[in-house]
Each structure stands twice: as structure tokens, then as C-alpha cells.
């Protein structure tokens, strides 16, 4: 979708290779694709994209977002995070939460623990 430019971080991004008119739906349809999602939320420079976009852009979709949900971010009036188990973009709610859903947060908590007995592990092996 972005056209390539002297920004670094364009030569990251997951849509590079991915035909242009895809990221710009046609008036009216404000679904954001599964796969275009997808391809956002494990996207590494999605933040400067979204940050990008925020500042310079109308149209399109970037950084996981259509211009109407980018609006209501502009406006305060939506909250979105990055999952910090998959990486999805998600809208969060009042109360903060760092994961998409029940399921990441569960998955996060066990690598969280995982890596804490490995952690005491080592701390042992190395006394
Ligand atoms: S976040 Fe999405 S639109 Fe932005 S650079 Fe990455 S893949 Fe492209
Ligand atoms: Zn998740």
C-alpha cells in the first residue's frame, strides 16, 4: 500500500509485495479483510505506520485500521493496542488490557511462568 518513499521503516513493512489497491477499499465497504489484519498485526513497523497515518492520511488502510476507526482514535474515542502474546491489533477497553483475548492472556501468563521456573532454574545451577 505505501508507495516506496525515503522512509526506513517502509522497507520493513509486511505489505511491501501486496498489490496497492488492496489497502484502499472502495467507498463503502469499511470491513477491514481478515488477511489484511492479519498481515498488520505481525507487521514490525505497524506503530510508525499507525502513527504515520494518523498524521498524514485520510484514506486507506494502514496500520491495521480504515479511516473511520482511525477518526474515532483521533478523536479519543477508541482505544486500540497491539497484543502483546499475538501481536493482533485490537480495540481495548477503558480498562487496560495487554492482550486480544482470554486466550492470549492465558497463553501470555504460562510463557511468563515458564520463563520464571527457567529463570530459578539457572539461578540454581549457577549457586
Ligand atoms: S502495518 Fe499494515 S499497512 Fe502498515 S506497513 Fe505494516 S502491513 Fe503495511
Ligand atoms: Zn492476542
Known amino acids: 500500500m505505501i508507495s516506496p518513499d525515503k522512509r526506513a521503516w517502509v522497507r520493513a513493512a509486511a505489505c511491501r509485495d501486496t498489490d496497492p489497491e488492496d489497502w484502499f477499499p472502495l467507498q463503502g465497504e469499511r470491513n477491514v479483510p481478515r488477511w489484511l489484519r492479519d498481515l498488520c498485526g505481525g507487521c514490525p513497523v505497524r506503530r510508525d505506520c499507525l502513527e504515520e497515518a494518523l498524521d498524514h492520511h485520510d484514506t486507506g488502510i494502514w496500520?491495521?485500521?480504515?479511516?473511520?476507526?482511525?477518526?474515532?482514535?483521533?478523536?479519543?474515542?477508541?482505544?486500540?493496542?497491539?497484543?502483546?502474546?499475538?501481536?493482533?491489533?485490537?480495540?481495548?477497553?477503558?480498562?487496560?488490557?495487554?492482550?486480544?483475548?482470554?486466550?492470549?492472556?492465558?497463553?501470555?501468563?504460562?510463557?511468563?511462568?515458564?520463563?520464571?521456573?527457567?529463570?530459578?532454574?539457572?539461578?540454581?545451577?549457577?549457586?
Open 63 to 127: 496500520g491495521g485500521l480504515n479511516p473511520q476507526q482511525r477518526n474515532r482514535l483521533r478523536r479519543g474515542r477508541t482505544r486500540y493496542g497491539y497484543c502483546i502474546h499475538c501481536g493482533a491489533l485490537y480495540q481495548q477497553p477503558k480498562k487496560t488490557r495487554a492482550t486480544c483475548s482470554e486466550e492470549c492472556r492465558r497463553a501470555r501468563h504460562a510463557e511468563l511462568k515458564r520463563a520464571r521456573r527457567e529463570q530459578a532454574r539457572q539461578q540454581d545451577e549457577d549457586l
